[in-house]
Every structure is written in C-alpha cells, then in structure tokens.
C-alpha cells in the first residue's frame, strides 16, 4: 500500500507541476448536434447514417455540415466493415469574405467488438481520404486551389 501511495503522489505531483507550464487555448463555446441511424437490411448489410451540425463560438452562426452515409457488412456479430462517402460543407472565413466550402470524403472504418461479462468493448478505427485547398479571395468569392491529399485515420475505443 505504501508503494502505491508513493506513486500516487508522485503521478499527481508530476501533472500538477507540468501544467505550470502549459498555455490554455481560447476559450469557444460552440455546440454540436449529431444524429446516427442504422437500417438493418439482413444478416450480412446494413446502411449506416451519421448527421452533424456544429455552431461557431457562441452559437451565432452554422459552422460545419456533416452527412455521412455508408453500407455496412458484417463478418460476424462482433466485426463489421463500412465504406461510404461524406458531405462536409464548412463555412471559412479569409479576411472579410465568409463563404461554404464543400468537401467530399471518401471514408472506411473497421468495428471490433470485444464481448465480456456485462459490458462491450468497441474499436473503431476510421480512414477518412480528403482533399484539402488551399482557399483565396477572388471576386469577394473564396475559391479552392491548390488540392493537397490528405489521410485522417482516426481510432475511438
């Protein structure tokens, strides 16, 4: 017991000594609003739906759009796999000039299911493929240029 008191407090004087040096970010109070639906269409497929809204800081204007459809398979109960193509359309400000900027996405993801007693352990792990412009003022219009590829993987437990 000992030992693990001595850790304790060393790992709590050790978080609280390297926050003296850490700078905050700015402060945004934004929300978001997310509604997902799976369609079941037999043992092996189902249509996967994700909507997102988010607001800018204070909730004064939309910020992002998100629809993200997909089709799922399933291998077996505890592992499937979803492709599908995401909406993004997202409002960008460059100077004066505030516009929408749309982006689709091609998007997989691999969900593995780890079934205990009384609980569900679920690995997500997504691969989102997009395209990201560079954005200029033209005509107090932005306009897209300069399209880098660019992966996201992303991983949620």
């Keep these: 017991m000992h030992k693990f008191l001595q850790t304790l407090f060393l790992s709590i004087f050790s978080l609280i000594l390297s926050t ?14 997310v509604a997902m639906h799976t369609l079941k269409i037999d043992s092996s497929f189902s249509i996967f739906f994700d909507a997102q809204i988010r607001s800018t800081d204070e909730w004064s204007q939309t910020e992002t759009i998100i629809l993200r459809p997909g089709l799922a398979y399933f291998f077996n109960k ?32 691999l969900i593995v299911n ?10 997500r792990l997504r691969l989102e493929e ?3 412009p560079t954005l200029l ?11 880098q590829f660019n992966a996201r993987f992303r991983y949620l437990t």
């Design 114 to 123: 780890k079934s205990k007693p009384h609980r569900i352990l679920q690995h």
């Design 78 to 109: 505890n592992v499937s796999f979803t492709f599908g193509i995401a909406y993004i359309q997202n409002w960008k400000s460059v100077g004066v000039v505030r516009d929408g900027v749309t982006d689709n996405r091609l998007w997989q993801q």
């Design 20 to 33: 003296m040096f850490l700078h905050a970010q700015t402060q945004k109070f934004s929300g978001w609003g």
């Design 130 to 132: 997009r395209r990201i």
């Design 137 to 147: 003022v033209q005509n107090n219009e932005l306009v897209k240029s300069n399209q």
